[in-house]
């Protein structure tokens, strides 16, 4: 955990798509510290038409290489958000040439006891993590 969803616009190929997944993970790792095997991504590709995305008056120039990262997450240390969302985009822009402005985050918390991870069992609660 976090489960990480990554929607983006169609058109990438193969190889890029696996980058944005192992450089998201790898960051996530070191800025969120997560255990290992931690590792929960999903990639939603769309038609154009079907992602807008201002700015909110930032000043933001967006391309169709918009990324949208949305995590669901147990309680994080404001540090390490902050700091995931620095070291992601900088990465992304080292790994796989995806502008900063390209990248937006969203963490929704929720607790422990929100997570099955399968056979039905609520495993942070009955001692199995």
């Known amino acids: 955990m976090p489960l ?18 192992d450089i998201s993970y790898k960051v996530a790792t070191d800025e969120l510290h997560l255990l290992p095997r931690d590792r929960y991504q999903v990639v939603t590709q769309h038609e154009p038409e079907e992602m807008i995305f201002w700015d909110v008056g930032l ?54 006891a929100d997570w099955s991870f399968g056979n039905g069992e609520a495993q942070f609660l009955n001692g199995k993590l």
């Open 59 to 112: 000043g933001l120039e967006r391309t169709d290489k918009i990324l949208l990262f949305s995590l669901t997450s147990s309680p994080r240390k404001q540090i390490d958000k902050e700091h995931f969302y620095a070291s992601l985009v900088k990465a992304l822009h080292e790994g796989v040439g995806i502008s900063p402005s390209d990248v937006m985050i969203n963490i929704t918390t929720n607790t422990k």
């Open 4 to 21: 990480m969803r990554i929607d983006m616009i169609k058109g990438r190929d193969k190889k890029e798509i696996k980058d944005i997944l």
